[in-house]
């Protein structure tokens, strides 16, 4: 197998610690400018995704992240703010880091290099043919991540990724791979840079694009969104507002009555 991880090949610029801190940010910047058109050359591959992965929830299945450091803490954040946004349930859409929470705030030495622990880590929460297992990982090498894909192969469970080299055993291990391929990064081998970005990005793309397809917003209204604070708490009143000829008073208590905006829309409806 020909494979070569462009993310560890040499920066193109040369004496970053010469640099002013103008020409430092301009030229992350300029890199910075090319990821999304890297994550365009994948749509065909993140579609195929995503239609694997909302077939499998309507199936009743989960979403599982796996990921070791950067790219396992991304998953995790996504994972995080998916009920809040879509008022889905907490265990809807999951993120596991190699070397358990902990590895969230610190590194734990050598978590992602046991290729076992992640079959473990999903048994865990019952792993079963209905969920969805979304490997990533920029290098596209991590054993804890590839592992965790191999097993869940073995046992009939739908596996993807998000790596950003071209050709690595991840991709080639993942039944749903997805490869954004951005480059050397401004800091040689920093993949936290593009590569994270690049990872933010697709990740966006399938858990919005997911919840979408589920019908969890309306328009382009969280119409099931979490009501935790006092900010969203007026989004909901503007967004009955927007649905229904009430006063701001009227769809507080509305609100307040029914418990989302939904719910307050479909009810006052009826």
């Known amino acids: 197998m020909t494979f070569t991880k462009t993310t560890e090949q040499s920066s193109k610029y040369e004496h970053l610690e ?11 910047n300029n890199e910075d400018k090319t990821v999304p058109y890297a994550v365009e050359k994948a749509l065909p591959q993140i579609e195929a995704l995503v239609e694997q992965t909302v077939a499998n929830l309507k ?23 998916c009920p809040p946004t879509f008022g889905v349930p ?16 610190r590194a ?29 990982a920029a290098s596209g090498t991590t054993p804890y991540v590839i592992g965790g894909l191999e097993t869940c192969n073995e046992n009939n469970i739908a596996t993807g990724c998000i790596t950003c080299n071209a050709g690595s055993p991840l991709a080639l291990t993942a039944k ?61 009143v503007k967004m009955i507002m927007g649905e229904i000829a009430v006063s701001y008073e009227e769809a507080s208590e509305l609100l307040k009555k029914y418990g989302s905006v939904r719910n307050a829309v479909d009810n006052y409806k009826k």
């Not at 010469?18 to 992350?28: A, F, G, H, W, Y």
């Not at 299945?61 to 995080?80: E, H, K, N, P, Q």
């Not at 840079?193 to 969280?222: C, E, F, H, P």
């Open 18 to 28: 010469k640099m002013s801190v103008q020409e430092l940010l301009t030229n992350i």
């Open 59 to 81: 199936l009743g299945g989960r979403i599982f992240y796996i990921g070791a450091g950067t790219s396992g803490r991304l998953g995790v954040v996504d994972a995080s703010e």
């Open 90 to 105: 907490f265990d809807l859409v999951n993120g596991i880091i190699a070397g358990g929470d902990t590895a969230i705030r």
């Open 108 to 136: 734990v030495e050598n978590a992602e290099d046991n290729s076992t622990q992640a079959w473990i880590d999903l048994q865990a929460h019952n792993i079963n043919s209905n969920d969805i297992v979304i490997g990533i």
């Open 176 to 236: 749903f791979p997805v490869e954004v391929v951005v480059g050397p990064e401004f800091v040689t081998g920093s993949s936290r840079m593009k590569a994270g970005t690049a990872q933010k990005l697709v990740l966006n793309m399938i858990s919005t694009a997911s919840m979408i397809q589920l019908g969890k917003v309306k328009g382009n209204k969280m119409v099931d969104m979490q009501l935790s604070n006092i900010k969203l708490v007026d989004r909901g």
